[in-house]
């Protein structure tokens, strides 16, 4: 298994630290919003990558953190008058609840910042006994960054070139333009924790350093984030936690691309983003994550109603394909099919090239789906199980084919009108009553249904 390592630039093999285990920690969210579809992809990104390497033997420990203190949830608390803490827990859940509509597993562990001051506080400390941290004037605690020989090399950045186009700000007291905070001294009516040098409150780069090496140890395999982090976030991060242990922090970089719309990236300081939960009332969560997995994860994403349709559509031939095959279980999967998908996941998690395996499999069920009932029902577990590992066709066929078109919920009442209006087509039919079987036809048409006649009675689907 090779994986594109930010830090070198190139495809690497995977080598655990310690063989057949892998530690992995992801910058989670910043909850003060719900979660827009930039956030989806990080989280379905990297949920497919734990899924991989668990169906691949190795024994995974992933983390995924929580910042629930910072700037811009302290202001988002004050412009609407809510304790921070009620702010948080709102957003913590609504993170959950979106997590579970899109099948994204939970980590096996999630830090909170506001639970993790002891380590925060300690990595500090270890920081200032070994020289790389200084309290400015104003009582903030800053990381001085010339300390750091290496500071740059993630991002690719030169500190030369860094520190000509830096500014300090009115209010700070570093020492150097490229210094940041690691501990902010409160202010009047802010959230804050005891510490060595007075009442405050952590920075957010060390929050992660803390968190991660408290749930992973000093050193560890995989560290990943969307593109934004690379520089400053992931830089910082490393600069702390190599100063604070003095081990290697992570063997592995892994960043995703941004989810782009007009050619802009998404974000909410740009005000052009679209809520997971917005997304979800159109599309299905299956046709979300299959858009968010049809490009490399290295790759830009672009949002559009257009390509959202295209991977509406893509979900609906491979449900196809299962739809009214039993349900079997298989001692030995489709060993070439498997091979074919192991070979494309193992390269760097490229996932189009899964898919397509995906696709190929699809193709075969329908060419035997006639003639050889059991080849083909055997072919469909194989779809099946390489398609969890995507985290898609885990539905029942017939429920994803009845949803409207693009996979959002249908309405009960609906599905019975529509049942029953097949039912007396049938009627019709078996009564070669033509006539009233067209017309009746004609009015699910109107309704976007798709009929479908077979030997034992018509089956229904929304069309697309």
Same mark, same amino acid.
């Given at each position: 298994m090779k994986i594109f390592n930010t830090l070198s630039g190139q495809k690497e093999p995977l080598r655990p630290i310690e063989p057949g285990k892998v530690r992995m920690y992801v910058c989670g969210m910043t909850v003060y919003d719900l979660c827009h579809l930039g956030h989806a992809r990080v989280l379905v990104i990297f949920d497919t990558v734990v899924r991989h390497l668990r169906d691949s033997g190795y024994e995974v420990t992933y983390v995924r953190n929580i910042t629930d203190i910072d700037d811009k949830i302290i202001? @988002?608390?004050?412009? #609407?008058?809510?304790?921070?803490?009620?702010?948080?827990? @709102?957003? #913590?859940?609504?993170? $959950?609840?979106?997590?579970?509509?899109?099948?994204?597993?939970?980590? /096996?562990?999630?830090?909170?910042?506001?639970?993790?001051?002891?380590? #925060? #506080?300690?990595?500090?400390?270890?920081?200032? =006994? %070994? &020289?790389?941290?200084?309290?400015?004037?104003?009582?903030?605690?800053?990381?001085?960054?010339?300390?750091?020989?290496?500071?740059?090399?993630?991002?690719? @950045?030169?500190?030369? /070139?860094?520190?000509?186009?830096?500014?300090? !700000?009115?209010?700070?007291? %570093?020492? /150097?333009?490229?210094?940041?905070?690691? *501990? %902010?001294? !409160? %202010?009047?009516?802010?959230?804050? *924790?005891?510490?060595? *040098?007075?009442? +405050? @409150?952590?920075?957010?780069?060390?929050?992660?350093?803390?968190?991660?090496? =408290?749930?992973?140890?000093? $050193?560890? /395999?995989?560290? +990943?984030? &969307?593109?934004?982090?690379?520089?400053? $976030? $992931?830089?910082?991060?490393?600069?702390?936690s190599e100063a604070a242990t003095g081990e290697p922090f992570v063997n592995c970089w892994m960043h995703n691309g941004f989810v782009r719309v007009a050619e802009e990236k998404m974000s909410k300081s740009l005000g052009n983003f679209f809520t997971v939960r917005e997304v979800l009332k159109q599309y299905s969560a299956e046709v979300v994550r299959y858009f968010i997995l049809s490009s490399h994860y290295r790759s830009p994403l672009n949002y559009s109603d257009q390509n959202l349709q295209n991977a509406a559509g893509a979900m609906e031939r491979l449900y196809l394909a299962l739809r009214g095959l039993p349900v079997v279980e298989v001692d030995t999967p489709n060993e070439e099919a498997r091979k074919r998908f192991r070979a494309a996941m193992d390269d760097d998690f490229n996932t189009p090239e899964a898919l397509a395996v995906l696709f190929e499999l699809a193709k075969e069920i329908n060419r035997k789906r006639d003639s050889a009932p059991e080849e083909a029902a055997a072919l469909a577990a194989s779809l099946r199980g390489l398609g969890a590992v995507l985290g898609l066709v885990q539905d029942d066929p017939e429920s994803f084919l009845r949803q409207s078109a693009g996979g959002a919920e249908s309405n009960d009442s609906d599905d019975a009108l529509i049942d029953s209006l097949v039912a007396q087509r049938d009627e019709a039919r078996n009564s070669k009553n033509w006539a009233e079987a067209d017309r009746l036809r004609d009015e699910l048409q109107g309704k976007g249904i798709v009929v479908e006649d077979g030997a034992e009675g018509s089956t229904w689907r929304r069309g697309g």
């Open positions: 202001q @988002r608390a004050n412009e #609407i008058g809510e304790d921070f803490n009620a702010l948080t827990g @709102r957003f #913590i859940e609504a993170m $959950h609840e979106d997590c579970t509509a899109l099948g994204v597993l939970p980590p /096996d562990e999630e830090p909170r910042a506001t639970e993790s001051m002891s380590s #925060i #506080i300690d990595m500090v400390t270890m920081l200032m =006994d %070994k &020289g790389y941290a200084y309290a400015g004037e104003n009582g903030d605690i800053y990381y001085a960054v010339k300390k750091f020989k290496s500071y740059g090399r993630l991002s690719g @950045r030169r500190l030369e /070139d860094l520190q000509a186009g830096a500014r300090v !700000a009115v209010d700070e007291a %570093k020492a /150097d333009p490229m210094d940041f905070v690691l *501990w %902010k001294r !409160a %202010k009047p009516g802010e959230p804050s *924790w005891d510490s060595p *040098w007075g009442a +405050g @409150r952590p920075g957010w780069h060390i929050e992660c350093s803390a968190m991660s090496t =408290d749930c992973l140890g000093s $050193h560890f /395999d995989i560290h +990943g984030g &969307g593109m934004d982090l690379k520089f400053p $976030h $992931h830089e910082n991060e490393i600069a702390q």
